[in-house]
């Protein structure tokens, strides 16, 4: 059986945040009930093609995203879990995650996803100081994210992941260290550490667009970070993401590995047998259609043969140990120099791409500016 990772995407939050364009909303216990509906309809209808009795494939991860998953009854959760594990083959191992918000989560709550096999908690902090977490229009307080830490430990996870972001509005590399530092306290097995990006249309892009960002000092937060957690012990295995040894988070490896994933509710995105495919955002026409993946389903893209060497090398060099040209052989047919030659030996030359021997990876000074090195890899650069 071919592995697959599902994707079960919960769009609602307790209030938006002004920096997100996630797809993402506030919404009543009404709204939630009809969303569960549809989604549950959608995962049963989807079996027909990849569950169980079809044989094909065995689900070796599922996400539970958002929005915050965390934010709607957690007996929501644990039908649609019960629903995978009736109509889909699920490896005895899988890893299964939730985000999970501070402020909206107990104790109870966390043992419930625990007991109905959830192993592996996200917990969206951002930062630990109170004026940045009140700029970002987050809910919760610090407290609230070492609460939802400790209350995870009692439930009985043993891995958990925090996000943190840089590049905030007056954040300084003092205080962005030192939520890095009270994060790395609390030892969780994974952290993400992700640079704010203004995206327009949010109250952010519109009172913060203007400023000029300061390169230097995100370059440096981001180099200190990474020297931080390596002499804690994380490995930075991509370019955002760091974890204790044998804690990637399995899920997001087969995004940037273009493994198969299925996308189930709104707006979630799937890309089965070199097809990318993604689920209305259109939260009425998702009722209406009661979650039918076929009536839903939008921007199908079949990716030739030039698409897919691009995805390869502009997410494979994502991870940090990079690629090897042996698979990229392997997998295309030809050289990787016959086809990148100039943008390896030119990247190479600036001292952002390493080759070792078969392996093909940033270099640290690559990875600073990963947007303009992975884009040498696009055929219409
Ligand atoms: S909690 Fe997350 S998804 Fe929800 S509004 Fe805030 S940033 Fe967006």
Known sequence: MKPLSLYVHIPFCIQKCDYCDFLSFPADDGAHAAYFAALENELSAHSLAFGKDKGDYEVVSIFFGGGTPSAVNETYIERILTLVRTHYAL???AECSIEVNPG???EEKLRVYHHAGINRISIGCQSMQEEELQTLGRIHTKEDVIATFKAARAAGFQNINIDLMSALPDQTFDSYMDSVTQVVALAPEHISAYSLILEEGTPFYEEYSEEVRDEDLSLEMYQETTRYLKE???EHYEISNYCLDGYRCRHNVVYWTRGEYLGTGLGAASLICETRFRNTEDFDAYIAANGDPKTIREDVEELDYHARMEEYMFLGLRMIEGIRASDFEKTFGHPI??????????LTKDGLLAVNGDQICLTPTGVNVSNYALARFLFDE
């Open 91 to 93: 490896s005895n191992d």
């Open 104 to 106: 909206t989560v107990s």
């Open 232 to 234: 804690h012990g994380y």
């Open 337 to 346: 120099r016959r086809i990148y030659a100039k943008a390896i030996d030119e």
